[in-house]
Structures are given as C-alpha cells and as structure tokens.
C-alpha cells in the first residue's frame, strides 16, 4: 500500500530543489543588488558634493562612483552615462576639458542609443557639453550644441519649460561674451517672457534677467529701455530681500556703470557709494 510518506517524497525532494534554486539565485543576485546601491549612494553623495561646490570631493566620490557603475551594470547602461555626466560636469569646474569631453561623448552615445535621440537626457548633455565649449571660448561649437539641445528640449516639454529659459539665457550670454548683442536681446527678452508667465511679475529670478537685458540695451545705446528695466529689477529685489541685500548691489554697480557712460556722474557716485556700503555691512 502506497504510504502518505512515499506520496510526499516526489513532492518534498522537488520543493528542496526549488527551494535549493532560490537559494542560489538569491546568493548571485546579493552582490548584484549591493553594487546596485553602493552605486546609488556614490552617485547621490557626488550630486550633492557638485551642488555645494565640494568639487574636489566630489570628484573623488564621483570617479568611485563611475567604477562601481561599469562593475555593477551591462556596458550602455544608463547609469553608467549618468555617473560619466556627473563626473564630466565635476572635471570641468577644474578645467579639465580632455577628461571632460570623453566622458560627456560617451554619455551622449548612451542616452541616444538607449532613450533615442530626442529624450531630455540628450539635451542635458548636450547643454553640459556646450558648456565646456563656452568656458574655452570655443564658441561655434558651443553654439550648436545649444541650439541642438534648446530644439530637443522645446519638443519635450513645450516652450516655456525652465530647461528651455536656461539654454536662451545661456546663448544669450554666448552672444554677449562675442558682442553680439542684437542676436542676445531677442534670447533674454523670450526667457523674461517666459519667466513673467510662469513665476509671476513679482519673482526674484526676473531681476536677474531684467538686469541682464538692461545692460545690453544700453551697450546698443537704448538708454531709456535699459534704465526702465535697471529700476524694475531693483523693485522686485527690494520688496523680496530689503535694501541691504547684496543683490541690491550688483543692480546698483550696473546702474552706477550705466549712470557713468551716459554722463549722469553724480548719480553714478551715489549709487557706487550705495553699493559698497551695502557690501561693507554685509562683511561685518
């Protein structure tokens, strides 16, 4: 007579090789699932060292970082072209442009490859890359990158994203640094645009802009615009942070200049006066 002990021998020899074969898998996939989050860790303590300006931290947390990526990840990986940007960004603060670029070219083929060529993550690099070209005063290649970018981005999230206001500002400074700045005003004046829209007529970022703008206006000699625009930045950044904010100041030493060069010499002296006060208190 078949015994309940010879029924469940088929059954309890099948369930310990299941069991034996989690076991197994669960011991490959341990280290797999630790590299995982090292790398997640590095690649988040590099992100935050970039943002404090620790740079010379961060390029060691971030050249471990990348190790740990290309070890725990298939070749193509997203994350590996994360942590290459990341790494990229950190060499550039540092002036290392030949260790830059191959990485940033790397994490290009990546993103492309793997999200396609019109994904954000492109842009991003591309807008990073651009960068570098700036700071070396390679400037058609700069250029082209930031328009390619500015293309991928208006696709991706419409036109008055804030990616997109950073790359119009940014070849508009590209514009400016060549004095080229009929092409920079119609770039700045879209950003502000945008910027009015979607933050409010009110917001601390408009001044920026507004004191960008004005100071082209008055190198292409519309004067009236320009000092419309220097008094309303100084507005919004006197009703956002007081009168004795260094922000103030930098509006101030614009205006002093702008007062200066349009022969307003006493105006120009108070404000200069202003300005270093303000700095001055600021130390103390």
Partial sequence: MTTLANIMKPLYCYG???????????ACALPAYTQENTWKG????????????????GIKVGEEALKTARKAFPAGDTRIADSMTLLGILYRTYSRYNEAEPLFNQALTIYKETNGANHPSVAYVLQETAEMYFLQNKYAKAETLYKESLVIYEKAFGPEHPSVVSVLNRLGELYQDQKKYAEAIPLYK???AIEEKTLGSGHPDLASAMNNLATLYYYQGENTTAETLYKQALEIYEKEYGKDHPLIATILEKMAEFYDGTGRKKEAKQLTEQAKKIYSNYQK
Avoid: C, P
């Fill in 16 to 26: 310990m090789r299941v069991f034996f074969v989690w076991i197994l898998f669960g």
């Fill in 42 to 57: 590095l690649h988040e303590q590099t992100a935050s060292l970039l943002q404090n300006k620790r740079y010379a931290d």
């Fill in 190 to 192: 879209r950003a502000l």
